[in-house]
T-cell receptor
């Protein structure tokens, strides 16, 4: 079975532009979470979606938004890009939304560079 | 903020056991200890989790102290492929979200 897939693998944008990142969860998984990982730091939680509804939001500005589709895939959108948005963006899927032994499976990430 | 403290780096000889410590002195009664690792340029990978009993799976063993204020992840026979950043995370057993709060982790370098 395929794991979590993300597209694109790499992306280069300039300041002020908009970007859309995509994630396909493992088949049967209903929850998708997004994380941002800046170089040298651990991943930071951005959003969690379950059954198309937002279940959690991290401390990120409103420039960051996301949605989940009926097939459980998800998009992360970032508007008005800043240099500081340069990071590895990770998507994770899980069967359910709650934490009680709910293993998350991470994709390989999208490397975003903002120039 | 992360609720755990880990050494920034450790070395281990190939074939020997790697023992990675983690302090979580403010852990609550309903919080589990999870370990993930991240090999360079890949997404994090789940390793093991526990509440208060020691746990073992095909990848590793998790030893949690009786007061639950610290734990140790043990890789019994480290290989070069185990070189990675290891994250210790505490997380509640219930709730509506399964978000993970990562710290900076421990970079384990397995030496040949």
């Amino acid at each position: 079975d395929a794991g979590v897939t993300q597209s694109p693998t790499h992306l280069i944008k300039t300041r002020g532009q908009h970007v859309t990142l995509r994630c396909s969860p493992i088949s049967g998984h209903k929850s998708v979470s997004w994380y941002q990982q800046v170089l040298g730091q651990g991943p930071q939680f951005i959003f969690q979606y379950y059954e198309k509804e937002e279940r959690g939001r991290g401390n990120f500005p409103d420039r960051f938004s996301a949605r989940q589709f009926p097939n459980y895939s998800s998009e992360l959108n970032v508007n008005a890009l800043l240099l500081g948005d340069s990071a590895l963006y990770l998507c994770a899927s899980s069967l359910e939304a709650g934490p009680a032994y709910n293993e998350q499976f991470f994709g390989p990430g999208t490397r975003l560079t903002v120039l | 903020d992360a609720k755990t403290t880990q050494p920034p780096s450790m070395d281990c000889a190939e074939g020997r056991a790697a023992n990675l410590p983690c302090n979580h002195s403010t852990i609550s009664g309903n919080e589990y200890v999870y370990w993930y690792r991240q090999i360079h340029s890949q997404g994090p990978q789940y390793i093991i989790h526990g509440l208060k009993n020691n746990e073992t799976n095909e990848m590793a063993s998790l030893i949690i102290t009786e007061d639950r204020k610290s734990s140790t992840l043990i890789l019994p026979h480290a290989t070069l492929r185990d070189t990675a950043v290891y994250y210790c995370i505490v997380r509640p057993g219930g709730g509506a979200t399964n978000k993970l709060i990562f710290g900076t982790g421990t970079l384990l370098a397995v030496q040949p």
